[in-house]
Nanobody, 114 residues
Framework: QVQLVESGGGLVQPGGSLRLSCAVSGRSITLIGFMAWHRQAPGKQRELVATITSEGVTNYIDSVKGRFTISGDTAFNIVYLQMNNLKTEDTAVYYC???????WGQGTQVTVAS
């Protein structure tokens, strides 16, 4: 059974950085297929932010391109989301998701405020 546990959220000033981690258990990330980070801001629908395939191919929504980087560490079975130059509009709960396993993590809060 695949389980996802996010960590790394917090409060950061605009322009700052955070690295989110998604610890994957139950299956190697090299075999889990497509992994993604989503986010949900207060009063808004959940949106897809970034994806990575088991071959390491990445994709991003336009609003985070050049600022966010998704990556996978096969040794520790973790998927990361490095977030740089954060903006107030990045404030949201961030979720890790495996579509193949049909599993979501519990989410981690990211707040960008001065």
């Amino acid at each position: 059974q695949v389980q996802l546990v996010e960590s790394g959220g917090g409060l950061v000033q605009p322009g700052g950085s955070l690295r989110l981690s998604c610890a994957v258990s139950g299956r190697s990330i090299t075999l889990i297929g497509f992994m993604a980070w989503h986010r949900q801001a207060p009063g808004k629908q959940r949106e897809l932010v970034a994806t990575i395939t088991s071959e390491g191919v990445t994709n991003y929504i336009d609003s985070v391109k050049g600022r966010f980087t998704i990556s996978g560490d096969t040794a520790f079975n973790i998927v990361y989301l490095q977030m740089n130059n954060l903006k107030t509009e990045d404030t949201a709960v961030y979720y890790c998701h495996s579509s193949l396993a049909g599993v979501w993590g519990q989410g981690t809060q990211v707040t960008v405020a001065s």
